[in-house]
């Protein structure tokens, strides 16, 4: 996934990716959830990313906006119980699974994790 700085260059980075419904518009959408400050600052200033995704000798680049969603992100058609919903259907989505969802929600709260929509402009590829 790869994100503008403030001086122009690309800030990379790898993150699991899935697929899935927008909660407000019920719209496909590319998601992963993130925390940190680098990656989210870039995004809140300069929303267009590009993430790249690759099987065997194929590979497809999707760009687009991104929509932030989390506790430093709210958004007015997402409460506390769909960002918690949201966290864990994009993990899933992405390919992961959990043993424990309260100890996973516990601590997606804790670090203050964001989910990441991205509404696809262009799709390119092999």
Request: charged letters at 25%; aromatic letters at 8%.
């Amino acid at each position: 996934m790869a994100t503008l700085r403030a001086d122009a260059t690309i800030q990379s980075s790898l993150v699991n990716t899935g697929i899935v419904d927008h909660p407000a518009t019920g719209g496909p959408v590319l998601a992963f959830v993130t925390y940190g400050r680098v990656k989210l600052a870039n995004l809140r200033v300069r929303p267009q990313v590009t993430t790249t995704f690759r099987t065997g000798w194929r590979w497809a680049a999707v760009e687009g906006r991104a929509e932030l969603a989390g506790p430093d992100d709210p958004r007015s058609w997402l409460d506390a119980e769909g960002l918690r919903l949201l966290l864990r259907g994009i993990f899933t989505a992405a390919g992961g699974s959990h043993d424990d969802w309260a100890e996973y929600d516990r601590v997606m709260a804790e670090q203050r994790r964001t989910a990441v929509l991205i509404t696809p402009d262009r799709i390119y590829g092999s």
